[in-house]
Nanobody, 115 residues
Framework: QVQLVESGGGLVQAGGSLRLSCAAS????????MAWYRQAPGKEREWVAT???????NYADSVKGRFTISRDNAKNTVYLQMNSLKPEDTAVYYC?????????WGQGTQVTVSS
């Protein structure tokens, strides 16, 4: 089992930046991949970005070129650098860890982008 704790959310103006962090309770080297998802009010949770154990990254079209996912294995932490934020990026952002035997979610962190 693994616990995930997200942080770094907040209120920012359109065009601004935020960096989200997801700290894991155990080594992330054993994880197949880690990902960020988000859920806006009244909408379903949607995938944002993934980083694999081999550092392969993939992004949703809506954030490509603006968001960057990265990981620090020594700190057991995954990051989501978000630049050029738009009001439509407003959501609760969740971290997900994919292990060979299951997946785990964090509790989420709120990101609000004002116009």
């Amino acid at each position: 089992q693994v616990q995930l704790v997200e942080s770094g959310g907040g209120l920012v103006q359109a065009g601004g930046s935020l960096r989200l962090s997801c700290a894991a309770s155990r080594s992330i080297l054993s994880m197949i991949s880690m990902a960020w998802y988000r859920q806006a009010p009244g909408k379903e949770r949607e995938w944002v970005a993934t980083i694999s154990s081999g550092l392969y990254t993939n992004y949703a079209d809506s954030v490509k070129g603006r968001f960057t996912i990265s990981r620090d294995n020594a700190k057991n932490t995954v990051y989501l650098q978000m630049n050029s934020l738009k009001p439509e990026d407003t959501a609760v952002y969740y971290c997900k860890a994919n292990l060979p035997y299951g997946s785990y979610w964090g509790q989420g962190t709120q990101v609000t982008v004002s116009s």
